[in-house]
């Protein structure tokens, strides 16, 4: 049965830090491009940063390049999402998702395979 659990979620004033992770099981997370997507109420799922199956490369969305950043660990089956410098409007549900491709990961959510079911982040100001 494949799974993402994420995790990591919770409430931090703006200028905080937070750090998501996505548990896989189910499948090897080693043959996918990852990304992390969020939503906030009333608003629809947007890209934030995706990595490539090994690591080799990563693409943010404007919004966050330079405070966000996307990792994995092909081993432990798990895909991070460092974010510093957080702002309310940073404030939504954030999903992992995996794409099967060697190639570089896509803002496109149709084109991702699996999704988890989100973590709630909100920042205060």
């Known amino acids: 049965q494949v799974q993402l659990e994420e995790s990591g979620g919770g409430l931090v004033q703006a200028g905080g830090s937070l750090r998501l992770s996505c548990a896989c099981s189910?499948?090897?997370?080693?043959?996918?491009?990852a990304g992390w997507f969020r939503q906030a109420a009333g608003k629809e799922r947007e890209f934030v940063a995706g990595?490539?199956?090994?690591?080799?490369?990563?693409v943010y969305a404007d919004s966050v390049k330079g405070r966000f950043t996307i990792s994995r660990d092909n081993a432990k089956n798990t895909v991070y999402l460092q974010m510093n410098s957080l702002k309310p409007e940073d404030t939504a549900v954030y999903y992992c998702?995996?794409?099967?491709?060697?190639?570089?990961?896509?803002?496109?959510?149709?084109?991702?395979?699996?999704w988890g079911h989100g973590t709630q982040v909100t920042v205060s100001s």
């Open positions: 990595i490539t199956w090994n690591g080799g490369g990563t």
């Open positions: 189910g499948f090897s997370i080693s043959y996918y491009a």
């Open positions: 998702a995996a794409d099967f491709t060697r190639g570089p990961p896509t803002g496109s959510p149709d084109k991702y395979d699996y």
